[in-house]
């Protein structure tokens, strides 16, 4: 809990959180005006969609600088070394400032999409659940994106590496990944599907996606090939949930085991 | 004593289990009806399977309902002339092993009215069979919405019938939404289809009319195949969007008419094989993962004065080549933000030709996975740099793009490069600290 309200208070001080969500505030904002003249039915799920492929450009990019610099602050300040050297080890005060980041940057964004609710009651007929399952797929991406950051920051030895590591990162889950498995696409039969599976849903924009879009009824798995059947050998639920599971365990051992006391700069 | 007590089974037997609201009560009421009548229903349920074979009009209250015995169709209307108004009807059979299709309600005759009416809980929901020129209006029909393909129902099913008004129906979860087989000339309006198979579906129907229906959630919106001279005009396709699904396919489909229709976030907006001489004229196919999908069977469509914008791919043409016409009498497309054109002369027609290259199309020929990356931001970079390697191939020419502006300008772009700009702000000053 200390780590949490030392977070907060320095985030309030810090202007990185509030660009982020004065950013996302006004893509949604933005999107929400784009989208007021459609159908009350079909018209929220046209926004929730359009306002998902949005932040997805801001997001990761957003989480990764934050999570970073939040870890990085530590040992800029030199309490980092004032806790390891007393009573933290390097395992259990990842595991605590992981907390507090993600819990700092998740809470404001998800009140904010509360509060997103009340001009959304007067354009659209809302289905919760599914306002339920956008914020989950959302906050989803949150977490890895965030503990991705949270790696970084341990790892790095300065902020001209943070930055750099950030973008590369950034760069290769937006770009590098896709691209790659398109390169390969023409190889992908029915025996080696499953393994382009894999590597399909590692990437979290596209196993969040997948998950979004089915969860919320737009995305129909009926009347598949066989080749199509043998992708979706696990449900998009599935995926989601083991992709977080993956990227939140290997960023986090990451952090760990290759962590770097010292920062300059 | 025994003699009492078997003349007591006898009685028994003869006399009772009568069950409440049995069948024959609502086909007695029928059956004694004059020609003409008007029957009012009351506030109950009645137990089908009725027949009616004289025309009379069935009114039904705010809570009739109408079951079945999940035999048979539960009504079956044989004359000429009946209305069937405001009430509910449930329970047909829904065996396939018959040599009959059955639904709620079948309709063999023509001239008919069905309005008001909500149908669930049964194979099809109204089977016009050889029926022409009825009415059905205001008609609700609830699929079950899951299982096998085959073990469900069409919402309405068109068969051999002609000339018949559908207008301001509501279908969903159904098989197809409307299934028109050797259908001629009717007319389909305002209609809100969701969550089927295929909204419309025609197979070997002419001449027929849709208006204004909006199609949301299916697997494709409309399927016409084996279907000339139809008109759609002023429909809306949206979020048809699984796998491979479509906002409107024409195979095998000659000679329609497609205007002014909007073609919203499916996965292909217009998928075109093997069919000649559409005319899709003033539609709006935006956000689509592919607006336009051709395949080289297909030949003489004429595309004019449509806005394609914002679509993953504007249009794609496979399996080689056909000879399409992307502009009419000097008008051709509106492209919206894809091409940067110039129109100096200001006369609404760019200077030069919209000319849209691809290198997606042999992926897409060839491996159905390809659809998946269509939302990646890499297809961009996949695209650009096949570009530079001359692996693109020419998709479509449009010698008269229109440049008029759709009065509509994005705000998303400006903000998201304000967000980005504050973004960079912050992060060199943060550097400099």
């Known amino acids: 809990m200390n780590y949490i309200w030392k977070e907060w208070k320095e985030s309030l001080r810090s202007k990185g959180l509030w660009l982020s969500l004065g950013i996302i505030i006004i893509v949604s904002l933005l999107m929400l005006s784009r989208s007021s003249g459609l159908g009350v039915d079909q018209g929220f799920y046209i926004l929730v969609v359009n306002l998902f492929e949005s932040l997805i450009y801001f997001i990761p990019i957003l989480c990764l600088f934050l999570g970073a610099f939040s870890i990085f602050q530590e040992k800029e300040q030199k309490t980092l070394v004032m806790l390891l050297t007393r009573q933290e080890s390097t395992l259990s005060f990842l595991f605590k400032k992981s907390l507090a980041i993600q819990s700092v940057l998740i809470a404001p964004v998800f009140i904010w999409f509360f509060i997103y609710l009340i001009p959304l009651k007067f354009f659209f007929a809302i289905p919760f659940s599914h306002y339920f399952l956008f914020l989950a797929a959302l906050i989803g991406f949150m977490l890895v994106f965030t503990q991705l950051g949270v790696f970084i920051g341990s790892i790095s030895r300065s902020r001209m590496q943070i930055t750099g590591i950030a973008i590369v990162i950034w760069f290769y889950f937006f770009f590098l990944h896709d691209f790659a498995l398109l390169s390969v696409l023409s190889n992908v039969t029915h025996d080696n599907v499953q393994l382009f599976s894999i590597a399909y849903f590692l990437n979290p924009i596209q196993a969040i996606r997948m998950f979004l879009e089915s969860s919320l009824g737009l995305y129909s798995f009926g009347n598949m090939s066989r080749l199509l059947e043998s992708f979706m050998w696990l449900s998009p639920t599935m995926f989601f949930t083991l992709n977080l599971i993956f990227w939140l365990g290997l960023s986090f051992a990451g952090a760990v085991m290759l962590h770097r006391k010292e920062g300059f700069e | ?433």
């Open chain 2, 1 to 433: 004593m025994k003699k009492i007590l078997s003349l007591l089974v006898l009685f028994a037997l003869i006399l009772g289990p009568c069950r409440p609201g049995a069948t024959e009560n609502l086909q007695s009421i029928i059956d004694e009806a004059e020609e003409g009548a008007t029957i009012e229903l009351e506030n109950k349920t009645y137990e089908g399977n009725i027949v009616i074979d004289k025309p009379l009009k069935l009114i039904g209250a705010d809570k009739t309902v109408i079951r079945g015995d999940a035999t048979g169709n539960v009504i079956s209307v044989r004359a000429e002339g009946v209305t069937l108004s405001n009430f509910e009807v449930e329970n047909g059979s829904m065996n396939r092993n018959s040599s009959e299709e059955y639904a709620a309600i079948k309709v063999y005759t023509n001239g008919n009215t069905l309005e008001h009416l909500l149908i669930q809980n049964s194979f099809h929901g109204i089977y016009l069979s050889q029926a022409h020129e009825n009415t059905i209006d205001h008609v609700q029909v609830i699929g079950s919405g899951d299982g096998e393909i085959a073990g469900q129902g069409n919402g309405l099913h068109i068969y051999y019938s002609n000339k018949n008004t559908l207008s301001n129906n509501e279908i969903e979860g159904t098989r197809d939404g409307m299934f028109f087989d050797y259908a001629d000339g009717n007319v389909v309006l305002n209609n809100q289809i969701s969550k089927t198979r295929y909204g419309l579906h025609f197979m070997y129907s002419n001449e027929n009319e849709f208006k204004n229906n909006i199609f949301t959630f299916n697997t494709g919106g409309a399927a016409i195949m084996h279907s000339n001279g139809l008109k759609l005009e002023e429909n809306e396709f949206i979020f048809n969007y699984g796998h491979r699904s479509f906002g409107i396919l024409l195979l095998s489909a000659n000679d329609n008419s497609i205007e002014n229709n909007t073609f919203r976030m499916n996965q292909r907006g217009i998928y075109i094989d093997q069919s000649t001489r559409n005319l899709i004229r003033g539609n709006h196919i935006f956000q689509n993962q592919i607006g336009v999908e051709l395949w080289a069977s297909s030949n003489d469509q004429v595309f004019t004065e449509n806005l394609i914008d914002e679509n993953t791919l504007p249009a794609v043409t496979l399996g080689g080549t056909g000879n399409h016409f992307w502009s009419k009498d000097g008008k051709g497309n509106n492209w919206g933000n894809d091409f940067a054109l110039l129109d100096l002369d200001q006369n609404g027609i760019g200077d030069t030709p919209a000319t849209y290259q691809s290198s997606l199309y042999e992926l897409i020929e060839d491996q159905e996975l390809t659809y998946l990356f269509l939302k990646s931001p890499a297809i961009t970079v996949y695209e650009k740099m096949n570009e530079l390697l001359n692996n693109s191939k020419i998709m479509f020419e449009d010698e008269h793009p229109l440049t008029s502006n759709t009065g509509k300008q994005s705000l998303l772009w400006p903000a998201l490069l304000l967000a980005g700009g504050l973004l960079f702000f912050y992060k060199i000053k943060s550097l400099r600290k």
